[in-house]
């Protein structure tokens, strides 16, 4: 079963390349915020099954999969080097990039998102949820998340950041989200990596982030050799898009530490 995927993707800007790796159960536009920094060029795929993106053709996948169709859109772009940020399953991701193609990586961002894998309690879970998803769709996946994703002050406004997150989690489809719960429950333990990413690290995390919390983020910055940790006040889950300011001041602070690009 082929478990390529044509990505779609926003894209904006010109310079250097970043690749913006979304979370679940979401999609590029949750990267609006950040697609304006100026001076780089910007690259939000929707992974297979969320936004634009069609599903894979099996279930049966796992997070090098998800690597390896972003690594295919950025040959197909004729992108060698990139610097890869993700959020949460983004970031799970982004450690997938990081041991197969080490060499394609200018730098990491690793936003609210966490080394371990799954407990066995937490892999349960997840097999609970795909069965939920079989019989009943997306919603109960949105009922589940959409609450953790910001403050409880940003859910109960009009704020955009929940408009982006909402409208996103409602084009999920039930087979991207059936795919990605599999992937997250097999993902492997990446804390061992940590201690080798000889590369240019920005951790960010929102202070109120309750699915991956502050600790989370401490951990991967005392494991890895000169990371830059960023926690962010009044931010849930998504803390990019819920207090962009904040945010991409850290990355531009970081992008011209690093000189990268
Ligand atoms: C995500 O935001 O991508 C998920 O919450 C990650 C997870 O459930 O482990």
Request: with cysteine.
């Amino acid at each position: 079963m082929d478990k390529q995927q044509q990505l779609q993707f926003i894209g904006s800007g010109e310079g250097f390349p970043i690749v913006w790796i979304h979370g679940f159960p979401l999609a590029a536009e949750i990267f609006r915020p950040q697609l304006d920094i100026p001076g780089y060029r910007h690259i939000a795929p929707d992974l297979p099954g969320f936004g634009n993106s069609g599903p894979f053709e099996t279930d049966e996948v796992s997070m090098d999969d998800y690597a390896a169709c972003v690594l295919s859109l950025l040959d197909q772009l004729s992108i060698g080097r990139a610097l890869f940020a993700g959020v949460s399953m983004g970031g799970y991701i982004l450690f997938a990039i990081a041991k197969l193609a080490r060499e394609r990586a200018a730098g990491l961002i690793l936003i609210d998102t966490r080394a371990g894998a799954d407990s066995d309690e937490g892999e349960r879970k997840r097999y609970e949820t795909i069965a939920a998803v079989k019989e009943n769709g997306t919603k109960v996946v949105i009922d589940q998340m959409l609450p953790k994703m910001l403050t409880p002050g940003t859910l109960a406004s009009s704020d955009p950041a929940r408009t982006i997150t909402e409208r996103v989690m409602l084009q999920a489809s039930e087979r991207g989200c059936i795919g990605a719960l599999r992937a997250m429950a097999g993902r492997p333990d990446s804390s061992e990596l940590l201690t080798s990413l000889d590369l240019p690290v920005l951790i960010a995390v929102g202070a109120e982030d309750t699915l991956t919390p502050p600790a989370d983020s401490r951990f991967m910055a005392d494991k890895i050799s000169g990371a830059t940790l960023l926690e962010i006040p009044n931010a849930a889950h998504l803390s990019h898009l819920e207090r962009p300011e904040k945010f991409n001041d850290g990355v531009t602070g970081f992008l011209k530490r690093h000189r990268i690009g």
